[in-house]
C-alpha cells in the first residue's frame, strides 16, 4: 500500500490475502497512530519504560498496570473536559459508569 501524498515515498507491505479490501488495509494502518501515542504517553508520564525486572510475569504486571492507569487518566481527563477547561455537561459524572 503505498500512500499517494507522501512526501518521502513511504510505503507499507502487507501480508494479506489478495481479497482483502482496501478499506480494510486503510482501517488497520490508522490503528497504528493511537496506540504509538498510548505507548509515547505511557513512557513518559507513566514510568512504562522504568522497570528492572528479570521475569517474564512482573513486567507483565507493570505493563498491564501502566497501560491500565493510562486508560484511567484518559477517561478522567474526557470527565473533566480538560481541554475546553471546564467540567463535563452531561450530570453524570461518575467513573463507574463509562457508557
Known amino acids: 500500500m503505498v500512500k499517494p501524498r507522501s512526501r518521502n515515498g513511504s510505503f507499507s507491505l502487507r501480508n494479506a490475502p489478495i481479497q482483502t479490501p482496501l478499506a480494510t488495509f ?3 494502518s490508522g490503528m497504528r497512530w493511537p496506540i504509538e501515542t498510548c505507548f509515547a504517553e505511557c513512557k513518559g508520564e507513566l ?3 522504568h522497570y ?3 521475569f517474564w510475569r512482573g513486567w507483565h504486571h507493570h ?3 501502566v497501560i491500565l492507569a493510562h486508560h484511567f487518566l484518559v477517561r478522567w481527563q474526557q470527565r473533566l473536559n480538560q ?3 471546564g467540567p463535563a455537561t452531561h450530570d ?3 467513573l463507574a459508569h463509562t457508557g
Do not use: H
Open 26 to 28: 486503510v482501517r488497520v
Open 47 to 49: 514510568g512504562m519504560d
Open 52 to 54: 528492572e525486572l528479570r
Open 63 to 65: 505493563m498491564t498496570l
Open 83 to 85: 481541554r475546553e477547561g
Open 92 to 94: 453524570n459524572l461518575s
